[in-house]
Nanobody, 127 residues
């Protein structure tokens, strides 16, 4: 079993920054492709960003390109999401997902492609 714990959410004004972290345990971290998703009230969970096992490949939703940066530290079993120039529409619960089954060099952009999830961290951006 893979356990994921997100942290770093909070309340920030529009234009501000936050850095989310997701710590993983219970499995060999370098065998996992990882991703960030978010879910706003009344909306479906949507892909934000993903990273392959090495950190060399990344993917972003169009809505966050140029503002968000995903990275991973395999020595610390942790991924990060640096979020800059935040907008009110970024307000959501942000979830970290791990993909255990399948090629860990492939980034999957659908939530069904992930096998494990954290409990989420709330990000609120005020206007």
């Amino acid at each position: 079993q893979v356990q994921l714990v997100e942290s770093g959410g909070g309340l920030v004004q529009a234009g501000g920054s936050l850095r989310l972290s997701c710590a993983a345990s219970g499995y060999t971290f370098t065998n996992l492709a990882m991703g960030w998703f978010r879910q706003a009230p009344g909306k479906e969970r949507e892909f934000v960003s993903g990273v392959d096992w090495s950190g060399a490949r990344t993917s972003y939703a169009d809505s966050v390109k140029g503002r968000f940066t995903i990275s991973r530290d395999n020595a610390r079993n942790t991924i990060f999401l640096q979020m800059n120039a935040l907008k009110p529409e970024d307000t959501a619960v942000y979830y970290c997902g791990a993909r255990r089954f399948g090629d860990s060099s492939v980034i999957v952009t659908t939530w069904e492609g992930y096998d494990y999830w954290g409990l989420g961290t709330q990000v609120t951006v005020s206007s």
